[in-house]
């Protein structure tokens, strides 16, 4: 069965300061791979999404993920964080052979301060 | 364009009472269909997961069921609610191995 995990529940970090948010997966076939956001009373929405190609995928609001597939991670970055990007992160994976049934990790919570 | 509805959006139950979430989906045929729920600190769980009509996938044993009677409509049931029933639902739907849209989903009270 497929497991996603994200190594940490909650980040602080200031404004300016680089985040990276780690995920990694548990699946040995061929997987998509997905990063949600939930801004506070929002619904969760797509921040970006890799299928396949260059493993570098860049997202919406500056974020993008790296796919390293000998680490089974799909780690998501963004040089400079804002305070607007205060939210709950998750990443997630579904893959064919699994009949694409969708799996989410726990969730990082990351809080920005101005 | 595809639009998702799930109600009610709050709900308060007393312990032992039957539960009825719906959802459904506008602008797509033979969705995936998905009920999670949404703890602090532990993230979407998957509840469950359905590819057709009355073809449900059950993730973790739970007092909860769940039902798909057309194709585009998704029932989270439960005959008599227990309080560790509380929690936030989430439906959602999918197109293959496409990404997800998820509903506003609904915040359960069991009292």
């Known amino acids: 069965a497929q497991s996603v995990s994200q190594h940490n529940h909650h980040v602080i970090l200031s404004e300016a300061a680089s985040l990276e948010l780690g995920c990694n997966y548990s699946y040995g076939g061929t997987v998509n791979l997905f990063w949600y956001v939930q801004y506070p009373g929002q619904h969760l929405q797509l921040l970006l999404k890799?299928?396949?190609?260059?493993?570098l995928v860049k997202g919406i609001k500056g974020f993008e993920a790296e796919f390293i597939k000998s680490k089974f991670s799909f780690n998501l970055r963004k040089p400079s964080v804002q305070w607007s990007d205060t939210a709950e992160y998750f990443c997630?994976?579904?893959?064919?052979?699994?009949?694409?049934?969708?799996?989410f990790g726990g969730g990082t919570r990351v809080l920005v301060k101005p | 364009s595809q639009t998702i509805h799930q109600w009610p959006a709050t709900l308060v139950q007393p312990v032992g009472s039957p539960l009825s979430l719906e959802c459904t989906v506008e602008g797509t045929s033979n969705p995936n269909l998905y009920w999670y729920r949404q703890a602090a600190g532990r993230g979407l769980q998957l509840l469950f997961y359905?590819?057709?009509?009355?073809?449900i996938s059950s993730e973790v044993p739970q007092n909860l069921s769940a039902s798909r009677p057309q194709d585009r409509q998704f029932i989270l049931s439960s005959k008599k609610l227990l309080l560790s029933d509380s929690g936030f639902y989430l439906c959602?739907?999918?197109?293959?191995?496409?990404?997800?849209?998820f509903g506003q989903g609904t915040r359960l009270t069991v009292v």
């Open positions: 997630a994976v579904n893959a064919r052979a699994a009949g694409n049934k969708l799996t």
């Open positions: 890799y299928f396949s190609g260059d493993p």
């Open positions: 959602a739907w999918s197109r293959g191995e496409r990404q997800a849209f």
């Open positions: 359905s590819v057709g009509i009355g073809q």
